[in-house]
């Protein structure tokens, strides 16, 4: 007779490596959060390995799918962000339900965008660059990481608010689409500070703006101005990261799980690395499965009236 397989006892939880899908490309902002949040979650559950693995494509709904399919048995995670409350808008079609067909762990972290250019575009602040963007006849060329990602959102909301239509080129993850931009095969790109920063500081790309209602700490951003007080009003787009796994997950070992996480978001070396990205860790009760659920069901309300305005579907 088959040995047919228990689902891990919670109390033996881990005794083997963990596997976090990121789905989006290796080097991207995603996979920056999911390696940084490995590295202090594996300290809790015993320094336990941790396996990152990027399955991207389709704004992140290839990899939550893969997410979906997975054993229920604490081994598969997911880690992704604003695309869990997006996708159901943009896909009619998906495999999956992301609010049946996964366990909730805790919100990690709330990141700010930035809107940068490749650093050949003439404009030199944001009025410039609306100038130039009107001047457009061809349109612009905007990245983002496919419809569903947090720079497709960004994008959207942004050619709305300046009532222009660009052509947006789909990318993996950000990390190639910032390849690009460097390289001046596209004009703009709206991504997220984890991903950006670094760029900003090293003068490797134009920054005109953030994304929140007010302007970001730290020497990188003290004259980058918000969209909002460049004329965009009430601009205001932040990306949250958050925990998932496969529906059916033992209760025992998801409260282990969200134990370490908890406690990881307390650690002092990776509250800081975030910092440095200009990200900030959770610490407010969306570190809690059922606000966590609670806060992505107004989310997916929020953001999918956005999408239907645009009239934007994947499928
Ligand atoms: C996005 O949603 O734009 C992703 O964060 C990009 C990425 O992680 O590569």
Redesign the pocket.
């Known amino acids: 007779v088959m040995a047919i397989a228990t689902p891990a006892q919670a109390q033996d939880y881990p005794a083997k490596p963990i596997t976090i899908i990121v789905p989006?490309?290796a080097g991207?902002?995603?996979?920056k959060v999911a390696r940084d949040f490995a590295e202090a979650f594996r300290k809790q559950l015993g320094n336990v390995s941790v396996v990152i693995d990027n399955s991207a494509g389709a704004g992140?709904s290839i990899g939550v799918a893969k997410a979906a399919r997975a054993a229920p048995d604490g081994y598969t995670l997911l880690l992704t962000?604003i695309?869990m409350s997006t996708i159901p808008s943009l896909y009619r079609k998906l495999s999956f339900n992301v609010q049946d067909d996964f366990e909730y762990l805790g919100i990690i972290n709330d990141v700010p965008m930035t809107l940068i250019a490749r650093p050949t575009l003439e404009a030199n602040n944001y009025s410039e660059l609306a100038t130039w963007m009107a001047s457009q006849k061809n349109g612009v060329n905007l990245g983002?990481?496919g419809l569903g990602?947090?720079?497709?959102l960004c994008g959207l909301m942004f050619q709305d608010a300046t009532n222009t239509q660009m052509v947006t080129i789909p990318y993996g993850?950000?990390?190639p689409a910032i390849a690009d931009l460097l390289g001046g095969q596209i004009d703009l790109l709206c991504?997220?500070t984890t991903?950006t920063t670094a760029q900003i500081a090293g003068k490797k790309v134009k920054a005109y703006a953030v994304t929140t209602p007010e302007r970001l700490e730290g020497e990188v951003y003290k004259d980058v101005p918000t969209l909002a007080e460049s004329g965009l009003k009430d601009f205001n787009v932040t990306?949250w990261h958050g925990l998932y796994a496969p529906k059916g997950t033992p209760q025992a070992v998801l409260t282990k799980v969200n134990d370490a996480l908890k406690a990881a978001l307390q650690d002092p070396e990776f509250i800081q690395r975030q910092k440095d990205l200009g990200a900030v860790v959770a610490s407010d009760n969306r570190v809690n499965p059922a606000e966590h659920k609670a806060f992505v069901a107004a989310e997916i309300d929020k953001w999918g009236t956005v999408i239907k305005a645009a009239g934007q579907y994947a499928d």
């Open positions: 989006f490309t991207g902002p995603t996979d992140s962000h695309g983002n990481a990602s947090a720079s497709h993850g950000t990390a991504d997220q991903n990306i």
